[in-house]
């Protein structure tokens, strides 16, 4: 059989062996990444504590000398004060604490009891996750570009190694100010990571197996965020852990000899040769030939600045959306994981149980995607969570089913999972080829922004006690995932469709679409 140069990533077989391969090794490093996303629920535990007893050094929280406890910590009046003995008048008096003792069932050191951060200082706590939440701002508008100027392949072994080397350094830690810079490079390189794996991913397969490709990516996400509870039950010390989920990483940087570059990034840029000689590999290990360089031309010559798409009105509408969504979904999913710690019950527990959950969302999607549509199933995902966020404090404010609410967040973490992982590939149909690295990594750009609010959000309650501490962070996302998930209507349906190339694809979309391996044009209105 043989395929001109334009039908060959469409349509050679992309799941033969060479695609196997490649996809596999592209998916290994997104386990990792997913494991540091949410790592420090764990190595930024707060267990339960109270003020140390003074002039016992000796003191737990498990203590059993319940006279001198009683003597010293007043009831009901939270964590952070002990009575201030009179020893002249017999007067009790509230005093701060100068030093805590902390639980260990769960961690036997985290960094909030290494450097304290409880009482006046924990907010420290939410300041040193905004941090990693702002690198990953800061490395989808620094990496997300180049990636479309020098390279996919570049991008990945450089952003690879940078977050080998500081997530392992993050284990070092040694003051508040070293970890919130060495958070904010890892947190940098880390998305960067992921970006350009996920964009590699696409454009190394064909269109008929896009969500398949996007389905097994994020599914190797799920599990690395359902192994990282597991590591974290057996590794209850919190460098042990970050060592453990971080230092291998720094091999994948062999993976320049291993996976090649994007053939569609290598047409747009003329490098005709290079992106033959890939094509050609991927022809014979599939038993296929091809010949000819119809429209290749063409492509190439198309070079488009990211701003031009702010000279079509539509574009920016979709955009807007687009971007809403995408803020929405991660301060929803990175809020809702990080306030895992807060639910009743064991903290291992619910979060494998979290990360069951999404990775099931991944897989009713890919059953979805093609049968409803992708802005369906992300209304519905959104709509999901919307409603069971927000109806989950009801259990707790008038029944006290905590069980009840911990099954409503679960729902919600399945449905938040679904979109974002679906928000994903929708967006990376909707832009142009031209600018599929940029469209991605703009993307990601606003969803850091609501990664940056999310800590902050998922701690809101952290220190009221009683319902509050659970209640607040799940309404709040609730009520954005209902605004987000409306938004979407108003995106084009982008199933079947052949993916644009260029801006005026793009404008296009929605309008006059060309179906997959047809030559008819469905008007859309």
């Given at each position: 059989?043989?395929?001109?140069?334009?039908?060959?990533?469409?349509?050679?077989?992309?799941?033969?062996?060479?695609?196997?391969?490649?996809?596999?090794?592209?998916?290994?490093?997104?386990?990792?990444?997913?494991?540091?996303?949410?790592?420090?629920?764990?190595?930024?535990?707060?267990p339960k504590h109270r003020c140390a007893i003074l002039g016992?050094?000796?003191?737990?929280?498990?203590?059993?000398?319940?006279?001198?406890?009683?003597?010293?910590?007043?009831?009901?009046?939270?964590?952070?004060?002990?009575?201030?003995?009179?020893?002249?008048?017999?007067?009790?008096?509230?005093?701060?604490?100068?030093?805590?003792?902390?639980?260990?069932?769960?961690?036997?050191?985290?960094?909030?009891?290494?450097?304290?951060?409880?009482?006046?200082?924990?907010?420290?706590?939410?300041?040193?996750?905004?941090?990693?939440?702002?690198?990953?701002?800061?490395?989808?508008?620094?990496?997300?570009?180049?990636?479309?100027?020098?390279?996919?392949?570049?991008?990945?072994?450089?952003?690879?190694?940078?977050?080998?080397?500081?997530?392992?350094?993050?284990?070092?830690?040694?003051?508040?100010?070293?970890?919130?810079?060495?958070?904010?490079?890892?947190?940098?390189?880390?998305?960067?990571?992921?970006?350009?794996?996920?964009?590699?991913?696409?454009?190394?397969?064909?269109?008929?197996?896009?969500?398949?490709?996007?389905?097994?990516?994020?599914?190797?996400?799920?599990?690395?965020?359902?192994?990282?509870?597991?590591m974290a039950y057996f590794l209850r010390d919190w460098k042990?852990?970050?060592?453990?989920?971080?230092?291998?990483?720094?091999?994948?940087?062999?993976?320049?000899?291993?996976?090649?570059?994007?053939?569609?990034?290598?047409?747009?840029?003329?490098?005709?040769?290079?992106?033959?000689?890939?094509?050609?590999?991927?022809?014979?290990?599939?038993?296929?030939?091809?010949?000819?360089?119809?429209?290749?031309?063409?492509?190439?010559?198309?070079?488009?600045?990211?701003?031009?798409?702010?000279?079509?009105?539509?574009?920016?509408?979709?955009?807007?959306?687009?971007?809403?969504?995408?803020?929405?979904?991660?301060?929803?999913?990175?809020?809702?994981?990080?306030?895992?710690?807060?639910?009743?019950?064991?903290?291992?527990?619910?979060?494998?149980?979290?990360?069951?959950?999404?990775?099931?969302?991944?897989?009713?999607?890919?059953?979805?995607?093609?049968?409803?549509?992708?802005r369906r199933l992300h209304i519905g995902f959104m709509v999901?969570?919307?409603?069971?966020?927000?109806?989950?404090?009801?259990?707790?404010?008038?029944?006290?089913?905590?069980?009840?609410?911990?099954?409503?967040?679960?729902?919600?973490?399945?449905?938040?999972?679904?979109?974002?992982?679906?928000?994903?590939?929708?967006?990376?149909?909707?832009?142009?080829?031209?600018?599929?690295?940029?469209?991605?990594?703009?993307?990601?750009?606003?969803?850091?922004?609501?990664?940056?609010?999310?800590?902050?959000?998922?701690?809101?309650?952290?220190?009221?006690?009683?319902?509050?501490?659970?209640?607040?962070?799940?309404?709040?996302?609730?009520?954005?995932?209902?605004?987000?998930?409306?938004?979407?209507?108003?995106?084009?349906?982008?199933?079947?469709?052949?993916?644009?190339?260029?801006?005026?694809?793009?404008?296009?979309?929605?309008?006059?679409?060309?179906?997959?391996?047809?030559?008819?044009?469905?008007?859309?209105?």
């Amino acid at each position: 059989m043989t395929l001109q140069y334009e039908d060959i990533i469409e349509e050679i077989n992309p799941f033969g062996r060479y695609q196997k391969t490649v996809l596999f090794l592209i998916c290994l490093p997104v386990v990792p990444i997913a494991m540091q996303a949410v790592i420090t629920v764990y190595t930024l535990g707060t267990p339960k504590h109270r003020c140390a007893i003074l002039g016992d050094p000796n003191d737990t929280y498990d203590r059993t000398d319940l006279g001198l406890f009683n003597d010293s910590i007043p009831p009901d009046v939270g964590d952070c004060y002990l009575y201030d003995r009179n020893t002249s008048t017999g007067n009790k008096t509230l005093k701060t604490c100068e030093r805590w003792v902390y639980d260990k069932t769960n961690f036997d050191e985290t960094l909030v009891t290494k450097f304290n951060f409880v009482c006046k200082d924990e907010m420290k706590k939410s300041l040193a996750q905004m941090f990693y939440m702002l690198g990953s701002f800061l490395g989808t508008f620094i990496f997300g570009p180049l990636g479309d100027v020098i390279g996919r392949r570049l991008i990945m072994i450089t952003s690879g190694l940078i977050y080998g080397v500081a997530s392992t350094c993050v284990a070092f830690s040694m003051s508040l100010t070293f970890l919130c810079i060495i958070s904010l490079v890892n947190g940098s390189a880390c998305t960067a990571y992921y970006n350009v794996l996920y964009v590699l991913g696409l454009e190394l397969v064909g269109q008929n197996n896009r969500i398949l490709a996007g389905t097994v990516i994020v599914s190797f996400f799920g599990i690395g965020i359902i192994l990282l509870p597991v590591m974290a039950y057996f590794l209850r010390d919190w460098k042990t852990l970050q060592l453990a989920a971080s230092a291998w990483v720094i091999v994948f940087v062999l993976y320049y000899w291993c996976v090649p570059e994007s053939p569609r990034w290598l047409i747009s840029k003329k490098r005709f040769t290079e992106a033959d000689a890939i094509l050609q590999h991927a022809a014979k290990v599939n038993k296929r030939s091809m010949t000819g360089r119809k429209e290749w031309a063409e492509i190439a010559q198309v070079n488009e600045p990211f701003w031009k798409i702010a000279t079509h009105r539509i574009l920016v509408i979709r955009t807007t959306i687009i971007y809403f969504n995408w803020a929405v979904c991660s301060m929803s999913y990175y809020g809702m994981s990080l306030s895992v710690g807060s639910l009743s019950g064991s903290i291992f527990l619910n979060a494998v149980l979290y990360g069951l959950v999404e990775l099931l969302s991944y897989i009713i999607s890919y059953f979805l995607l093609d049968r409803i549509g992708r802005r369906r199933l992300h209304i519905g995902f959104m709509v999901i969570t919307g409603l069971s966020c927000s109806v989950s404090s009801l259990p707790t404010l008038y029944g006290g089913y905590s069980w009840l609410t911990i099954i409503l967040a679960t729902i919600g973490k399945f449905g938040v999972s679904g979109a974002y992982a679906n928000i994903w590939l929708y967006s990376a149909e909707l832009f142009p080829t031209v600018l599929r690295s940029s469209g991605l990594s703009s993307g990601s750009f606003f969803a850091r922004i609501g990664g940056l609010i999310s800590p902050f959000i998922a701690n809101i309650g952290t220190g009221r006690g009683g319902n509050l501490e659970k209640l607040i962070p799940l309404f709040i996302f609730g009520a954005l995932s209902l605004v987000a998930g409306f938004s979407a209507y108003f995106l084009p349906e982008t199933k079947n469709r052949r993916l644009p190339e260029t801006i005026e694809d793009a404008v296009a979309f929605g309008r006059s679409n060309v179906l997959l391996n047809t030559m008819d044009t469905v008007e859309t209105g």
